[in-house]
Structures are given as structure tokens and as C-alpha cells.
């Protein structure tokens, strides 16, 4: 299984990248963990990064696929699966991801996105900034991140949408129903994942479906 997340901030990547890691016992690959641990290490390259992520902006492209790049190498390693959460974040780095994925003969087979809305989402930032206290969690630079996700990362959506690769949840419910509905589409998804070339998948919508799909299955026991 082989997965990309595009979520707006505070949609609940890194839950459900963990919770689909462990579920498909695949590497979950977080490009703003791996950041953030560059810049508690105070690595050469985190304090490269330091200033964008406290800004909110997006660290330059080039930094972040290399990272992928190596991480997608340890994945094939290690069977081939991943989740890979934070990337793409813009069209370039949409298509820069997709050629490594090609070269490595792995690309993915799944483009998972997280709905939700602005208001919700900020809620939710300024809650964990009361418990994490992480430096892009205040006000101002949540607006930032946002109105980014908004212009700049947003737009890959219909990109993954017309390569038949796209699955929307709607992530304004608890972890926990979304993590069940994630867990039971890509259940439902994986016997034909090998069957069918992507081109031929059509896009998968669940967001309309409210809570009854998430509601009837068993498939995840993960709280939030
Ligand atoms: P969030 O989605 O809540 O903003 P992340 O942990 O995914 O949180 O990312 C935190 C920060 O790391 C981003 O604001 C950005 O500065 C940087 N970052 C993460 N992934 C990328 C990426 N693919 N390209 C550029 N910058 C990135």
C-alpha cells in the first residue's frame, strides 16, 4: 500500500499517517517531523529550516525532496509500502515526488485527502498549541498556513483526481470514525489496487457520506 496525504493543517495527518503505518505495518514518512527534528537537533540543515517553518512558510522544495527521495529508498528496503505524510505541498513538488516514485518503480496508489474547515481546523491548532507549544501554532502563522494550503496546495487535488489515484474523507468527525472510515476504504481499495492500472480508477468521494460509513465498521480501534 502506498499512500500520499494532502491535508490542511490540523485536518489529523500525522494521527491517521500513524494509525495507516501501523495498520499496513508500512513507514510513515512525516517531512515535518523529520524538519522539526532537524531543528531540535539544531542541525546544519534544521537551522536552514528553522526561520520557514516558525514563519510558516514552505521550506524550499529541493530540501524536502531529498529527504523523501532517501526515505522512499529506506521504504523500498523495507517492502515497498509507505505512507507519506506533507508532501506535495505545491505542483512542483507533485511532480518532482511522482518522478522519484517513478524511478524507483513505487509511485502511489492512493492521494488521501483529509477535508475539513478553516474554522475547525484553527480550533484545533490553538488547542494542541496549549499542550505542544509548537513554534508555527500561534494565531498569525496558523492563518499563514491556511491561506498556503489554500493557494498553493490545494490545487494538486484535481491533479490526483484526474490520475484516478484521489480518496477525500471528511475529517470533521472524531480521530477515531476517521481513522475507521480511512482504514475501511483502503481495505475495500487494496484487492483491486494491483488489478487495475490507476488511469482507469475513478475518484473515490466519501465525504458525502457522513458518519454512516465510519460508524458500521470495526476495522480501527485507535482512539484519539
Ligand atoms: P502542518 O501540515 O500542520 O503545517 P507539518 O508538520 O506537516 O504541519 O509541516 C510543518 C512545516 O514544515 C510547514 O509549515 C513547512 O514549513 C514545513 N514543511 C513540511 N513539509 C513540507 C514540504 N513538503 N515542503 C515545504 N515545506 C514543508
Not at 6 to 21: E, F
Not at 88 to 113: C, F, K, S
Amino acid at each position: 500500500m502506498r499512500i500520499l496525504m494532502i491535508a490542511p493543517p490540523g485536518a489529523g495527518k500525522g494521527t491517521q499517517g500513524a494509525l495507516i503505518a501501523a495498520h499496513f505495518n508500512i513507514p510513515h514518512i512525516a517531512t515535518g517531523e523529520l524538519l522539526r527534528d532537524h531543528v531540535a537537533r539544531q542541525t546544519a540543515l534544521g537551522q536552514e529550516v528553522q526561520a520557514y517553518l516558525d514563519r510558516g512558510e514552505l521550506v524550499p522544495d529541493q530540501i524536502v525532496l531529498d529527504m523523501v527521495r532517501e526515505a522512499m529508498i529506506a521504504a523500498k528496503e523495507s517492502g515497498g509500502g509507505y505512507v507519506i505524510d506533507g508532501i506535495p505541498r505545491n505542483m512542483e513538488q507533485a511532480r518532482a515526488a511522482y518522478q522519484i516514485a517513478l524511478e524507483l518503480g513505487m509511485t502511489a496508489d492512493v492521494a488521501l485527502h483529509l477535508q475539513a474547515d478553516d474554522a475547525e481546523l484553527t480550533r484545533r491548532l490553538l488547542a494542541r498549541a496549549a499542550l505542544e507549544h509548537r513554534s508555527d501554532d500561534t494565531a498569525e502563522v496558523i492563518a499563514q498556513r491556511l491561506a498556503l494550503f489554500h493557494e498553493v496546495t490545494f490545487p494538486i487535488v484535481a491533479w490526483y483526481r484526474d490520475r484516478g489515484i484521489l480518496l477525500c474523507v471528511d475529517a470533521m468527525r472524531s480521530a477515531r470514525e476517521v481513522g475507521r472510515e480511512i482504514l475501511a476504504a483502503l481495505e475495500a481499495m487494496r484487492p483491486s489496487l494491483d488489478l487495475v492500472s490507476s488511469q482507469e480508477r475513478p475518484p473515490l468521494d466519501l465525504t458525502s457520506l457522513g458518519n454512516a460509513f465510519g460508524a458500521t465498521s470495526s476495522a480501527a480501534g485507535r482512539s484519539e
